[in-house]
Structure formats: C-alpha cells, structure tokens
C-alpha cells in the first residue's frame, strides 16, 4: 500500500488518471466543485465517459457538450438559480454531439450507492423506492427481504468509479487533503473509487487545523494536483466567492450550439495551461 500521494501537474493527472470509456465522478456540493479538472478533461479529448455526479451542474454541461460522455448518473441536474442545463438536454433529446444514456436516482439513493462503494459492501439500503417503478426501470436498483423482519427492502447497487476528481482547499507534499464548508460525499468517492485525483488551491509543507475540516489521509488519494482557482466559477469557502454572474452568463451561451462552440473554442481548448 502506497503511504504518499503523487504531486503531478493538472495536465499529467488526467492523463495518467482518465481513459477513454471510464467511469469518472467529479463531485463538490455547492462549493469545491472541479471545474478545472472538467475542463481539462475536455481539452484532452476524452470520450465515451460515464458521468457520475449528485447534482451535475455547469461543469457536465460543458462536458457532455464538448463530447466527453455517452452516459449520465446523477441524482439532479441543473443550472442552480438560473434553469436548465441545455447542452444536456441537447445531448438527451438530439443526440448533439453524440448520445447520452441517463440513470437517474434520488439524493438518498446516490449517497447511499456512494457510501456503499466506500464501505466495499455490494449495496445500500434506501427507504424511498418502495412504490415506485424504478426497480424496472434501472439496473442498479433492487428488492431484497430483510433476514431480520422478512420485510422487502429496496436496495442501491454500490457505486465504484473508475476515478474520482475532487477539488479542496489545501494538501501537504505528502498528499494528505483537507477540505471545510460545505461538504458533499467527496470523502465517500474518494475513498469509493479506484484512483482519485485532488485538485487543492494550494500545497503546503504542513497543514494547519481547521475546525469541522475533513482530512484525506495520503494513502487514500492517488494524486494531487495544485490548481489555484480550480473551483471557479463554484467557490471555495476561505478563499473566493462564487461568480453568480457567471451562471447567469451560461444559460444563452449554453442554449445554442455555435455560441456554445465559441465558448469553448475561446475559454477552454484556448485557455493558458
């Protein structure tokens, strides 16, 4: 068992980290999101990614338009505040620029699938799904009976992906991780998945105490890129705000197709590296 993380570029730890075809969750709540990660995703042309999200936002908009996925799992999905997320729906009721396959769950029932992976258990409970048609419908949704009460109990399917890409405020040089505010199931996914890469606005030779912070210990993270504003236009709590304004900016970008390719042409595929 490794007892470091590696310190690689941005560049480099989607390169060695996300293939073609792989299964990649990039979860942050609110705040924290990966921005930085997702976009470098896309100017290394990955395709035929399964996307794995709670609340997929601006970021798999950009993602699924550039071409990246042929697959959704998510519990939510929107512009926050704003409306729609166009390039997904595009992709969903046109097949622009390619197919998208969706599966779509409740937050309970994304969390758990989450926690289950991280716990290495095949499944997790969920109350919610009795009653309705989703058993059917999705394949990583099931009815078992309780060995305890005999009653019939709906299950998640455990969630493993691939890679899981996060981003936090702060890592050491030893790849140890923390991360404060509000906090989603980056901890769940990291620890769920195969190989993680951790986007952090800084590295330092020793991490200071937070209250309420969260800390990855080194040898669950595969690698850890340092990737200052990596969350914008998301924030991260103790650093920079939130850019409202830019979300509001996406909704006309992302409802048509040649703006939305100029977007990309000029602030992703042309941004300095």
Not at 20 to 27: K, Q, R
Not at 32 to 39: C, K, M, Q, R, S
Not at 122 to 141: I, K, M
Not at 193 to 219: F, H, I, K, M, Q
Request: proline share 6%.
């Amino acid at each position: 068992m490794r007892d470091t993380a590696e310190l690689v570029s941005l560049r480099d730890g989607i390169a060695e980290l996300v293939h073609d075809g792989d299964s990649v969750a990039l979860e942050g709540f609110t705040h924290l999101i990966p921005f930085a990660a997702g976009h470098e995703v896309i100017r290394q042309g990955r395709r035929n990614l399964t996307l794995i999200r709670m609340t997929p936002d601006l970021i798999y908009d950009q993602m699924i338009g550039a071409g990246c996925a042929s697959r959704l799992v998510f519990s939510w999905g929107g512009n926050p505040g704003v409306g729609s997320l166009h390039r997904l729906r595009d992709a969903i009721e046109n097949g622009w620029p390619a197919p998208l396959e969706i599966e779509e769950h409740s937050h309970g029932g994304m969390a758990g699938r989450y926690a289950a992976g991280a716990a290495r258990l095949p499944f997790a409970p969920v109350r919610g799904y009795q009653g309705t048609d989703l058993e059917a419908r999705c394949p990583s949704v099931a009815t078992v009976v309780c060995p305890f009460t005999g009653a019939r109990v709906s299950v998640v399917a455990a969630l493993n992906p691939d890679v899981a890409v996060i981003h936090a405020q702060r890592a050491d040089r030893r790849g140890n991780v923390q991360l404060w505010g509000i906090v989603g199931v980056q901890k769940e996914v990291v620890l769920a998945a195969r190989r993680s890469l951790v986007t952090v606005e800084e590295v330092l030779d020793e991490l200071e105490p937070v209250p309420g912070a969260v800390v990855l210990p080194s040898w669950v993270v595969t690698a850890v890129a340092e990737a200052p504003g990596g969350a914008r236009p998301s924030y991260a709590h103790g650093y920079y705000d939130r850019d409202n304004d830019y979300y509001v900016a996406w909704d006309p970008i992302s409802r048509d197709r040649e703006r939305f390719a100029a977007w990309l042409r000029d602030e992703v595929m042309g941004a300095p590296r």
